[in-house]
């Protein structure tokens, strides 16, 4: 073990700086956001950063002017002479008592990094402003060796690192490939098999811009935008603590899908959630979008103290903010100043005054054990959407009414009863209804019961400038203008953090590998250009969704294979540089969804209340106040998206919960990705999956009568879009083989396996052979390639 | 090599970053590629960092919070104040939870205490089990948390934070030192109900957080289905069902020669322990063949989805490798009728906790077994009737035991003041007590971090944290 140990070590270390020279390329000169900046954070502030409290010997290293100051005859950094510099002469001390960052803290500094910090020291000591909160600058894309590769300046600046390393890009994926990918980037769902069979005799240059724009178009890619928007903001069906009562919610996430289908701007779409109550004459949506204010955790127990909750939900709402739109980390803040990035708790609060108008006093009055509970204001609200159908149907009713010629008796009464069905279905919504503003006090290490704490008005935190004053206290659309405002405000970071995002969800990683901290502690980004280009052109397109992901997909990068080479393998393993696409597991709701459209079970119905797929029973049996039972949806919602699961933040449907869907009782930027054996036994028997095999076997049997190869081949077709090689089909033959021998010899078990599900099959069944087939759909669903998206 | 990198950058993707942490797993990773062997979840390397005095945990939840005035704390001064104001210079300025606004009366004992044993230990009649153990267990009466409502001070205790999202202890543990059995979780939770309107118990308290999901630990039901989804559809066979397996992984395998997915190869891995895992859960949940003179001792009949049975069932959980076995027993929350509801609790759990602690002895497995029994909190000395008398929730101080591996026994360890409000002396916090769990397991608290959001976090948190040495042996 010892030896194995130091020679996966020694090549390990191999690797880091083959990699490191790789993608620095020939620059030799220290960036400090790159090369200085981590190191620094990562040993020295929690003792010379920030946080005053911990601070030590006065001594602050993440200011420059601090850094470089002379303090009783010594400067901890002297720009161009290491040898004067204190902290090149503690770093290298041999004295224990000396040395930096001192052995008990249990940090270290390696050659490499003592190295790089003189030669930083020497090169003249450069200090930048964080990456994230630089002006980004609209560079001219590079030229690179290869003329030919790029199709757009995306490519350019990717193909520029990758050549600067001495790699090539990965060739095109092939067609099939790539159009599962794009069809599950874009809208979620796998390609029917038609637009497979198309999009492979579209030979056209155009043929893949034909399917994305066909697919930015459709009302699922709202849909499939949604599942993340959800998770960042913790978008839930119940309040999550405690009895995790149901609350209503249902009508934001449907305002959620409908605005990323309608292409609102993010600006739009960001000022609705935050402050649309603020808003001029707000429209029915713009208020549905404040039930985003609403969304937390919040806690109907019996003696709850109002004071300690309204602290609570105040610490929340400033954690998501910052997560969700700063990229900021500012939990910690709560009790004491930021260890790595400039925001203080005095920043905690003054944001948390922001939402201070909020009203919570009804709530905390009137909680209720109940489902669903209450939790004032509430609304009963049709969405836009539905207003405008609702004049859609009128004008209709109005036209087929008054056409002199026309007998439309049948028609007028269809409609009639659409529009009055229509009518009564306003759902209710969590609100967000400003009040007197509640005074709001830093909380001496975040302690509610002490008062001592200054008041503080709502404020942007200080180091990230001040939103735009007026003469008047500073409100939440104050706060939600100022992260677009590309002069006094934050529109930079927050297009940073947006993009990178996106991007994420295209190639499965960001441009910076930490979509949740875009602070000292998170990493730099290997193309820091690129990220300032996409989000300078994300602003100036007007903050356009639909365009940056077209952007995006349409580049060459984003066509690329996914398979591993030895050369990438070596020399970029991580896939720092994008020289190939990635390969992942699909997202829980797509798991489901992929079964549900293979099998032709998939419903496509747009929004309305949450829906409850089967379930063990069971499951829900440690909630209480009240105690309940879930009942599985015994109707046509039973085949809907994943997206609109009914969920139950303290039981999360086991299914989701096995695929890695989070809670969402925080905010959610990636995704943990695991192949635990509980996602096996969901997809192996989860009555979803197998009521989904059994759909698509007898499916497959209603065709014309053909061989068992035959059938075999349409059915991979189906469930992976290629054609089976020989090995594949001969060991789903004998798959069928197996089931057709046990099913023929105990006829009563193929009964048993078509019982499963609430789905009907009509007609001349043979038991026997249908349970067969659906032996092998199982097979095929369970798949990894099935449930990959490569 | 490949498959060794590939392996590697598979770990860096699952956002845990390059810590050493990721790194050690990927070692151990090519040690057991070495040797040929797969097991399904073992620990960092390093972990344990000094020889372990326990293997595994069993933890005996008490949720809702049992009094600690009917259990262990014994007050004299409490009788003679009963029914009396209680002194204001207790309560000022603290927190409160429903007796938000009530007039505060002292509430004398409601069971009668004697003391047990060689050690002399204070136990009170409600638990005439635990009395006869008494020179086996260590009693904690200084114990205090920070949170006073029931969600939160669940989530505090079992992650050490009010706030949501961050790793149970028991996902700590196994991701720590891994699991020694291939054919089980290495975390395992076990409920049962009796007592007061059972509170809700959220599986946040056994999640995984932001460690890696194969940690989180997995409920496996006495009664019923032994977990979700580990039986086969209706009407196939287990041996269509290995057909069904082996199809996945000969196909998958083909397919990853072309596409060379590291995570595919953790996904066979996956599928054969679920596989397994098919036939070792209900082989193990099954007690029925359990001699009955074993059943009879923990009270226990098969399937009936007592505490009396998980007892039992931790204990084969133990036997079988499982590192850290939690029981939840809710209903504990006794704001009004105490004797009534205390009754019931008792009578489901004391003689079975008793049952448990003979049974690792006999076993030979208590030497090497940490048992830990306690709440979420403790009950105030203060009155409040809901019906009968009762007591509010607590957190200031309140009694746990602990048992077993490098534990003292027949050992009180702490005081309170003289009306029990304050732990007064040797304090010992949710954190000491996570500190001391994880020390006797061999493991320093303040090395098992990881990073998450650019903080190294840790089961202990940022606040000072100490092993309560006094208590080992």
Redesign the interface.
């Known amino acids: 073990?010892g030896r194995?140990?130091s020679t996966?070590?020694v090549?390990?270390l191999g690797?880091f700086l083959a990699l490191n020279q790789a993608v620095s390329g020939q620059e030799s000169k220290v960036d400090f956001n790159r090369d200085i900046r981590p190191v620094l954070a990562e040993n020295c502030f929690s003792c010379h950063g920030p946080d005053q409290s911990q601070r030590k010997a006065g001594l602050r290293l993440d200011k420059e002017n601090e850094a470089k100051a002379n303090r009783k005859g010594t400067t901890a950094i002297v720009p161009g002479a290491p040898g004067k510099s204190e902290l090149i002469s503690r770093i290298q001390s041999a004295d224990s008592a000396e040395i930096m960052p001192p052995p008990k803290s249990?940090k270290k500094l390696s050659p490499d990094q003592i190295q790089g910090l003189s030669q930083w020291v020497k090169q003249g000591a450069q200090w930048s402003q964080h990456w994230a909160h630089e002006k980004p600058i609209l560079r001219q894309a590079p030229s690179t060796k290869n003329k030919e590769w790029s199709r757009n300046w995306v490519d350019k600046w990717l193909l520029w690192k990758i050549e600067n390393a001495g790699l090539s890009p990965s060739p095109d994926a092939v067609k099939t490939t790539l159009i599962r990918r794009v069809y599950f980037d874009v809208i979620g769902l796998p390609p029917p098999p038609e637009a497979v069979e198309i999009f492979l005799k579209d030979t056209s240059p155009k043929a893949l811009e034909k399917v994305v724009d066909q697919l930015l178009k459709s009302e699922h890619f709202g849909e499939r935008m949604a599942m993340y928007w959800l998770d960042l903001v913790r978008f839930a069906d119940t309040v999550?603590?405690?009895?995790?009562q149901d609350h209503h919610a249902s009508p934001y996430r449907d305002y959620v899908i409908d605005a990323f289908n309608r292409n609102l701007s993010f600006a739009q779409f960001t000022i609705e959630q935050l402050a649309g109550d603020l808003l001029p004459k707000p429209n029915s949506d713009q208020l549905i979008a404040t039930c985003y204010n609403r969304l937390l955790?919040t806690?109907h127990?019996?003696?709850?103290?109002a004071k300690?909750y309204l602290a609570?939900y105040s610490a929340d709402r400033v954690r998501n903010f910052s997560a969700v739109w700063l990229g900021g980390?500012l939990?910690?803040a709560q009790c004491h100043d930021h260890?790595?990035?400039p925001y203080t708790t005095k920043d905690f609060y003054s944001l948390a005054a922001f939402f201070a108008d909020i009203d919570e006093a009804k709530h905390l009055k009137g909680g209720a054990d109940s489902i669903p509970t209450k939790r004032l204001p509430e609304v009963a609200l049709h969405s836009s959407r539905e207003l405008a159908q609702i004049e859609k149907w009128k004008a209709a009713l109005a036209q087929l009414e008054n056409d002199p010629q026309g007998n439309h008796q049948a028609e007028i009464g269809k409609t009639k009863e659409k529009l009055k069905e229509l009518e009564k279905s306003k759902r209710l919504v969590m609100v967000t209804q400003a009040i007197t503003p509640r005074t709001i006090r830093v909380l001496p290490r975040g302690n509610w019961?002490d008062d001592t704490g200054e008041v503080v008005a709502p404020a942007v935190p200080q180091f990230l400038g001040k939103a735009p004053v007026k003469e008047k206290t500073q409100t939440r659309l104050d706060l939600a203008n100022w992260l677009f405002d590309t002069k006094e405000g934050v529109a930079e970071l927050t297009a940073r953090v947006f993009v990178n995002r996106v991007w994420s969800l295209f190639f499965?990683?960001g441009l910076a590998r930490?979509l949740?901290?875009f602070?000292?502690?998170?990493e730099f980004p290997v193309h820091p250009e690129l990220l300032d280009n996409l989000a300078l052109e994300f602003q100036n397109s007007g903050w356009d969704v639909k365009a940056l992901i077209r952007l995006i997909v349409l580049s060459r990068a984003y066509s690329q294979s996914?398979?591993?080479t030895?050369d990438l393998?070596?020399k970029d393993?991580?896939?720092r540089l994008f020289a190939r696409q990635s390969?992942?597991?699909l997202p829980a709701e797509m798991i489901r969804d992929n079964a549900l459209a293979i099998s032709g079970l998939l419903v496509s119905e747009f929004g309305g209340g949450s829906i409850k797929p089967y379930q063990?029973?069971?499951?829900y049996r440690?909630?209480?106040?009240p105690k309940r039972e879930y009942v599985p949806h015994a109707d046509a919602r039973q085949w809907r998206r994943g997206v609109y699961i009914h969920w139950q933040?303290?039981?999360?449907h086991?299914m989701l919960?096995a695929f890695?869907a989070p809670?969402r009782?925080?905010c959610t930027a990636?995704r943990?990705?695991?192949?635990?054996?509980?996602?096996?036994?969901?997809l192996?028997?989860?009555?979803t999956f197998?009521e989904a095999a059994r759909i698509m076997a007898f499916g497959a049997s209603k065709e014309s009568a053909e061989n068992d190869e035959v059938r075999m081949q349409k059915c991979f077709l189906r469930v992976t879009s290629r054609n089976p090689e020989k090995?594949?089909t001969e060991?789903?033959l004998?798959?069928l083989a197996?089931?057709r021998q046990?099913f023929r010899a105990q006829p009563?078990?193929?009964?048993?396996?078509?019982?499963?599900g609430l789905a009907k099959i009509t007609g001349q069944i043979d038991s026997v052979e249908l349970?067969s087939w659906v032996?092998v759909c199982?097979?095929l669903l369970?798949?990894?390639?099935t449930n990959?998206r490569? | 090599m490949n498959r060794s990198l590939a392996r590697r950058t598979f770990l860096n993707q699952s956002g845990l970053g390059l810590g050493s942490v990721a790194l050690g797993e990927f070692l151990q990773g090519q040690a057991n590629a070495q040797s040929g062997k797969s097991p399904p979840q073992k620990g960092l390397p390093g972990f344990p960092n000094y020889p372990a005095r326990a293997k595994r945990v069993i933890y005996l939840y008490m949720s809702g919070g049992p009094s600690q005035f009917e259990t262990f704390d014994y007050k004299p001064k409490m009788k003679e104040m009963d029914g009396k104001p209680m002194p204001e210079s207790f309560t000022k300025g603290q927190p409160i939870a429903q007796l938000q606004g009530q007039a505060l009366k002292v509430q004398g004992h409601l069971a009668g205490f004697k003391q047990y044993g060689k050690s002399g230990q204070w136990v009170s009649e409600f638990l005439p089990w635990t009395a006869k153990m008494a020179d086996e267990i260590c009693v904690i009466r200084s114990m205090v948390t920070e949170q006073i409502n029931h969600d939160p001070a669940h989530t505090f205790m079992n992650t050490g934070t009010g706030i949501s999202g961050r790793p149970s202890m028991g996902s700590w543990v196994t991701y720590g030192l891994g699991n020694e059995t291939e054919n089980l979780p290495g975390f395992v939770v076990l409920t049962s109900v009796g007592g007061r309107n059972p509170q809700p118990i959220s599986s946040r308290q056994w999640d995984a957080g932001f460690l890696p999901p194969k940690f989180q630990g997995v409920e496996f039901n006495s009664t019923g289905e032994p977990a979700s989804y580990v039986a086969n559809p209706p009407g196939v066979s287990p041996n269509l069902q290995k057909g069904l397996v082996d199809a996945v992984r000969v196909l998958d395998a083909k397919r990853n020669e072309q596409v060379k997915n590291p995570d595919i190869e953790s996904r066979l891995a996956a599928y054969e322990l679920a596989f397994r895992m098919q036939t070792a859960v209900p082989e193990l949940m099954d007690i029925s063949k359990e001699p009955q003179k074993v059943l009879e001792m923990y009270g226990a009949k098969p399937a009936d989805g007592s505490f009396a049975s998980n007892c039992l069932l931790a204990v084969r959980l133990a036997e079988r490798g499982v590192r850290f076995i939690q029981l939840y027993h809710r209903g504990w929350d006794h704001h009004g009728d105490l004797v009534r509801y205390m009754g019931i609790c008792s009578d489901l759990t004391d003689r079975p906790a008793f049952a448990l602690i003979q049974d690792l002895k006999r076993r030979g497995l208590l030497d090497d077994t940490l048992v830990i029994w306690g709440g979420e909190f403790g009950r105030t000395p203060m009155f409040q009737g809901k019906g009968g008398p009762g007591r509010d929730h607590h957190i200031k101080a309140f009694s746990m035991w602990m048992a077993g591996a490098g534990i003292k026994s027949g050992v009180s360890h702490g005081e309170t003041d003289e009306l029990g409000y304050h732990a007064s002396k040797d304090v010992v916090h949710v954190r000491d007590m996570h500190a001391t769990m994880l020390h006797l397991l061999g493991v320093d608290h303040t090395r098992l971090a990881v990073k998450y959001q650019g903080l190294n976090l840790r089961l202990t948190g940022v606040e000072p944290a100490r092993v309560v040495k006094e208590i080992l042996t």
């Open positions: 073990m194995l140990f996966v070590l090549f390990l690797i249990g999550g603590y405690h009895g995790d955790q806690s127990e019996g003696g709850v103290q300690e609570i980390t939990g910690c260890k790595f990035d019961l499965g990683n930490n949740d901290d602070g000292a502690q998170g996914s398979t591993w030895a393998l070596a393993p991580n896939n390969s992942f597991r063990p029973a069971g499951y440690h909630l209480n106040f933040r303290q039981f999360l086991p919960k890695d809670t009782e925080e990636k943990q990705q695991s192949n635990t054996p509980l996602s096996a036994l969901v192996m028997n989860d009555p197998v090995k594949e060991v789903l004998k798959v197996q089931a046990e009563a078990l193929a009964e048993k396996l078509l019982q499963t349970a032996s199982r097979v369970n798949l990894a390639e990959f490569n």
